[in-house]
């Protein structure tokens, strides 16, 4: 399988990179705006320098890795949904659900492949569930490093609101945010609480604590941060429901009462963006739906809106 990556300056674009070529598929067309991103990136990682997006896949490749920033991202995923080659798109989509709505409803309309990289949903702990019974509530929290690691990486934009959409919760949290609708089911979802927290200055925020709850009454807390004081961060997923718990640490799924996970094909944090690569790849070529949808990814953001619209009231 051949496979064409745009914006290749994303943070993100190595370690996609990673799960193409582990996955046995070969990088075909390399592209960004930035051409000093794309000579590391094809440097480090492989495939064809090419001087724009439409020469990227001018050769029809099978899967085209769509990363980019806010807006232009949201533009450069209109125009190749109408290309009709199956995508697999990294966050930033747009700054808003607004942004991202309609790109779900043409995806639809055409009936085109378009996965989006939450790739926490992997992981393996929501195929467990069944042996929670009823969730009651859940905890999801992901603390990583110091905000100018996006200026070390080339990317100082995902710190300007207008390109990024926002901080930490946009960001990171929104993983945890997609987490509890899955867990949540069809079921209508609010948002009872949220709280930001600048930190270090930034125009983004780099802390966020959120509270949820679904139409039954289960209750989940989403914890986002750009805090973690040293080199990695911290991951937790908590789920617990009437009959056990499950929690992901990001190296393990710990179930408690305990009992075997044999059947739980349980992926560690590290490794998460190639096995969803590689998942992509084989759904792809079976013909099988993405894993997370572009429609589920809109949901997320929707949520993820309404948590900015509360802390402004709040505030």
Known sequence: MRVAMLGVGHWHAGMHAKGVLDA??????????DVGAVA?????????????????????????????RGPAAAAQLAWLIEQGIPILADKPIGV??????????????????????????????????????????????????????????????????????????????????????????????????AAFRSVFGEAVEDYAAVTLRSRDGMVGIVEAGYTHPDVGGSFEMRINGEHGALVDDGSKLIAVPPHSLDQVAYVPSNQRYGNFVADTIGRIAAGRPPFVSLREFAAATALVDQCYQRAERQA
Request: hydrophobic letters at 45%; glycine letters at 12%.
């Open 24 to 33: 046995g598929a070969q990088i075909a067309g390399v592209w960004d705006p």
């Open 40 to 68: 590391r990136f094809v440097d480090a990682c492989g495939g064809i320098a090419r001087p724009n997006a439409a020469a990227a896949i001018d050769d029809r490749p099978d899967l085209v890795i769509a990363l980019g």
């Open 96 to 193: 808003s659900h607004g942004d991202v709505a309609p790109l779900a409803d043409a995806a639809e309309r055409g009936n085109q492949f378009v996965a989006v990289a939450l790739v926490n949903r992997i992981g393996g702990a929501v195929e467990a569930l069944h042996d929670c019974g009823r969730v009651l509530h859940f905890y999801f929290r992901i603390i990583n490093g110091h905000p100018r690691r996006y200026r070390d990486w080339h990317v100082p934009w995902m710190l300007d609101p207008q390109q990024s959409g926002g901080g930490a919760l946009r960001n990171l949290g929104v993983h945890g945010v997609h987490a509890f609708l899955i867990c949540a089911g069809q079921q209508p979802v609010h948002v009872e609480h």
